[in-house]
T-cell receptor
């Protein structure tokens, strides 16, 4: 089956700096890659996603890039704010099932 | 539009008991998936239901089961609870399954199960 690896597991940045989280996947059949933000005591919230026919997608301060050849995709958050502090999960969808990374705990220091 | 709802939000059970968790998907969504989330194992897929049929199953013992009703609401059941079943159980719904642009999953808040 698919294997999704996510790095780093923890990340601390100063407010206003950028944060980058990287994921790799193994199954070339994976064609959809969402990112979720999970705050304490809540369920994961979809923040951005990208399909395999697109290389980059941006939504305000958040962007995702996809390199199908290298089988990796990344989440970029610019101008970070304290409210960006949360756990972020990447996922890969094979067309049959979602596989999740192990999460990155992001702390934005005011 | 209301999001995915899960009941109850918190449960405390003892070993050997059984538990039933409920999930109501977003209106119009027909696919419901269940996940177990623990600090050590992350998000692990339990099963997926679509049109009242289990379409996919993760690597969990038979003590974990589920079903889906004609209104797309879903329940999962865990029998003979073990300490290791303590986790956050998440439900996610999507419009359909396996079709681009309609397979995006939206999660509920989860049910926190504690087994003593």
């Amino acid at each position: 089956g698919e294997n999704v690896e996510q790095h780093p597991s923890t990340l601390s940045v100063q407010e206003g700096d950028s944060a980058v989280i990287k994921c790799t996947y193994s199954d070339s059949a994976s064609n959809y890659f969402p990112w979720y933000k999970q705050e304490l005591g809540k369920g994961p919230q979809l923040i951005i996603d990208i399909r395999s026919n697109v290389g980059e997608k941006k939504d305000q301060r958040i962007a995702v890039t996809l390199n199908k050849t290298a089988k990796h995709f990344s989440l970029h958050i610019t101008e970070t704010q304290p409210e960006d502090s949360a756990v972020y999960f990447c996922a890969a969808f094979t067309g049959n099932q979602f596989y999740f990374g192990t999460g990155t705990s992001l702390t934005v220091i005011p | 539009k209301a999001g995915v709802t899960q009941t109850p939000r918190y449960l405390i059970k003892t070993r050997g008991q059984q538990v039933t968790l409920s999930c109501s998907p977003i209106s119009g969504h027909r696919s419901v998936s269940w996940y177990q989330q623990t600090p050590g194992q992350g998000l692990q897929f339990l099963f997926e239901y679509f049109s009242e049929t289990q379409r996919n199953k993760g690597n969990f013992p038979g003590r974990f089961s589920g079903r889906q009703f004609s209104n797309s609401r879903s329940e999962m059941n865990v029998s003979t609870l073990e300490l290791g079943d303590s986790a956050l159980y998440l439900c996610a719904s999507s419009l359909t399954r396996g079709r681009p642009l309609t397979d995006t999953q939206y999660f509920g808040p989860g049910t926190r199960l504690t087994v003593l």
